[in-house]
């Protein structure tokens, strides 16, 4: 089992840079692959991006991708999610997700085994 704590959210202008960390205790952090993802008001929870558990494949959503950058520091047990360019249509709040798959990284809400609380991102126009 692994607990799963985001911190960095915040308030932000458009086009201003925030950057969410994850970290993991538990249950080794390597073993994990690690998604980001977020939920606005009314809206489902939407994979951001996704990493595999050494850090050497990574996946983006159209809508974020060349804006955020997902990174992990195994020996740190933490998952990064770098945001850049923020839209208003970026605020949501933002969850770090694990899943004990082996290979490669998986898109659905249902793949993912553990969940942090949460972290909400607010950009203003």
């Known amino acids: 089992q692994v607990q799963l704590v985001e911190s960095g959210g915040g308030l932000v202008q458009a086009g201003g840079s925030l950057r969410l960390s994850c970290a993991a205790s538990?249950?080794?952090?390597?073993?994990?692959?690690m998604g980001w993802f977020r939920q606005a008001p009314g809206k489902e929870r939407e994979l951001v991006a996704a990493?595999?558990?050494?850090?050497?494949?990574?996946y983006y959503a159209d809508s974020v991708k060349d804006r955020f950058t997902i990174s992990r520091d195994n020996a740190k047990n933490t998952v990064y999610l770098q945001l850049n360019s923020l839209k208003p249509e970026d605020t949501a709040v933002y969850y770090c997700?694990?899943?004990?798959?082996?290979?490669?990284?998986?898109?659905?809400?249902?793949?993912?085994?553990?969940w942090g609380q949460g972290t909400q991102v607010t950009v203003s126009s």
């Open positions: 990493i595999n558990r050494s850090g050497s494949f990574t």
């Open positions: 997700a694990a899943g004990s798959w082996t290979i490669g990284v998986r898109r659905r809400v249902n793949d993912y085994d553990y």
């Open positions: 538990g249950r080794a952090f390597s073993t994990y692959a």
